[in-house]
């Protein structure tokens, strides 16, 4: 089958509306990821994803809807329990670790398809129907739609949190509304790159933004572009050959981030 062939089917369609959809998502929450220093807490929330699609595969629901609770539990926790700065990194590892491991007893529980078990980890987004398309859209407006409101006091407390303290930002809620607006896209993600690498679409794309940038505004909009191309494009370059969809949006993301470090390299010696 032609690639343009390929291109015609439902399921692929599908998965490229997607994929344009979490690019948007990841690439306008990323900057604010990397600038709050929160890549690890991703990574972890992304493990509870992992355990509440592993629950829904396990329960005969929709893989989804399980994803999500999972990533809302986990930034719950992770900002109820993460009072202290020097308290988050302990407080991650230790729900990653309860995540992952609690994912694994119920796969190993699951007597279901194989293939199913191993997309949670790594990804299937050629898996994403139309009920799955209905709920990662409604989220995904859902998380734009709050982030347009809390933007500027949620930027001025990721920029300088004890001025914003100062002026009577409320800091706190800001941090687990951020916390659970993160832990939805991160849920979003995981059908596309699974829980092990859904840092190549919430992470890579903005770090590799503000390599080039100090911009705020220019930062997200270059976020937006690299995650749209490497999620789309990731999907297009596996369609020809057959190969993995995680592993070639992981690999488009990683060499734009070394594009872009070694652009930023040469900006900063021409100043």
Do not use: W
Not at 10 to 37: C, E, H, M
Not at 184 to 204: D, F, K, N, P, R
């Amino acid at each position: 089958m032609s690639f343009l062939d390929l291109l015609e089917l439902d399921f692929v369609q599908t998965a490229l509306i997607a994929a344009a959809v979490l690019g948007l998502v990841a690439g306008v929450l990323g900057p604010l990821v990397v600038t709050r220093k929160m890549a690890f807490a991703v990574h972890g929330t992304s493990e509870l994803a992992f355990t509440g699609g592993a629950a829904a595969l396990l329960l005969g629901v929709g893989i989804g809807y399980g994803a999500l609770a999972g990533s809302i539990i986990a930034a719950v926790l992770l900002g109820v329990l993460s009072r202290r700065e020097s308290d988050r990194d302990s407080v991650i590892g230790a729900i990653l670790a309860f995540g992952l491991g609690m994912g694994i007893l119920m796969l190993a529980l699951y007597k279901g398809r194989a293939s199913n078990k191993f997309g949670l980890l790594t990804g299937q987004i050629v898996g994403v129907d139309s009920t799955d398309l209905n709920l990662l859209v409604i989220s995904s407006v859902a998380v734009l739609a709050v982030l347009a409101v809390i933007y500027r006091p949620l930027f001025f407390a990721s920029v300088d949190p004890d001025v914003a303290v100062s002026r009577g930002v409320p800091v706190r809620t800001l941090s687990i509304v951020f916390a659970v607006l993160v832990g939805i896209a991160t849920a979003l993600s995981v059908q596309v790159v699974g829980a092990l690498l859904v840092l190549a679409l919430m992470i890579t794309p903005a770090a590799a933004a503000m390599r080039v940038t100090a911009s705020p505004v220019r930062a997200t909009v270059l976020s937006v572009v690299f995650a749209e191309v490497a999620a789309v494009g990731g999907i297009l370059l596996s369609l020809q050959p057959g190969l993995p969809v995680s592993a070639l949006v992981t690999a488009v993301s990683f060499v734009i981030y070394l594009v872009c470090r070694g652009v930023g390299a040469v900006q900063r010696r021409s100043v």
